[in-house]
């Protein structure tokens, strides 16, 4: 491994250190708007100051913060797990090979929608959420290919209940994947069973919304 090669995984291990120890601190804070304005405040420090930010260089000069809609407390659930048929998907990255995950549940949001769980199979495992809902790709909407609510093998997690298998999943919490900014990333996107036919007009939304 070369030098370069060396300080860039350095480089994305304190990225990660850094979001698992945001989330962190999101699960403690007993306000989930507090909470909220604590982790906006966070990610966009991460974006504009760090050197793992996946917004691309020119874009940093200008970065005045995230395009995150204001909290709205309608949209936070402790939902139970369902079961789910089993199912796999899997995904081609350019670093990683091929990545795969597998359906273990599914969540029945009321008045939004159905969303599958996936696990992912490989090293490290891990429960994925993603989503899309009908305003991805609209203007002044959502990201096109969807965006992430639940990531836990990346820090993204807000909190779950393993003896009542329960989880709590707040779309204020909903964010962009690295490629939204970055076309060099290659992000897994939202399956069908992750689609949405209603808006979600919170959480993050695409950039330059």
């Known amino acids: ?10 480089e994305v291990v304190d990225w990660r250190r850094r ?3 945001l989330y962190a601190a999101v699960r403690s804070t007993e306000n989930a708007e507090r909470a909220h304005a604590m982790w906006r405040r966070g990610r966009d420090e991460l974006f504009a100051q760090h050197s793992a930010s996946p917004l691309l260089p020119a ?14 407390p309608a949209w936070r659930f402790e939902l139970s ?13 350019g670093t990683d090979g091929v990545v795969s995950f597998e359906r273990v549940a599914h969540v029945g949001v009321p008045d939004v929608g159905r969303l599958d ?19 991805a790709g609209m203007p002044g909407g959502t990201y096109g290919g969807g965006r992430y609510v639940i990531d836990t093998v990346k820090g993204a997690d ?13 779309l204020n919490f909903a964010y962009n994947p690295s490629c ?17 036919d209603v808006p979600v007009p919170v959480g993050e939304l695409a950039p330059g919304a």
Do not use: K
């Not at 797990?81 to 990255?93: C, K």
């Open 1 to 10: 491994m070369n030098h370069d090669t060396a300080r860039i995984a350095a």
């Open 19 to 21: 979001v698992f120890a």
């Open 59 to 72: 874009d940093r000069p200008s970065f005045r913060g995230l395009p995150v809609a204001p909290y709205d």
């Open 81 to 93: 797990l369902q079961p789910a048929d089993p199912e796999r998907f899997e995904f081609a990255t």
């Open 117 to 135: 769980v996936w696990r992912l199979t490989s090293y490290g495992g891990g429960l994925f959420i993603p989503m899309r809902d009908a305003l």
């Open 158 to 170: 807000l909190g779950s209940d393993a003896a009542g298998g329960t989880i709590v999943l707040d």
């Open 180 to 196: 939204a900014y970055d076309p060099a990333w290659a992000c897994p996107l939202a399956p069908p069973g992750n689609v949405l």
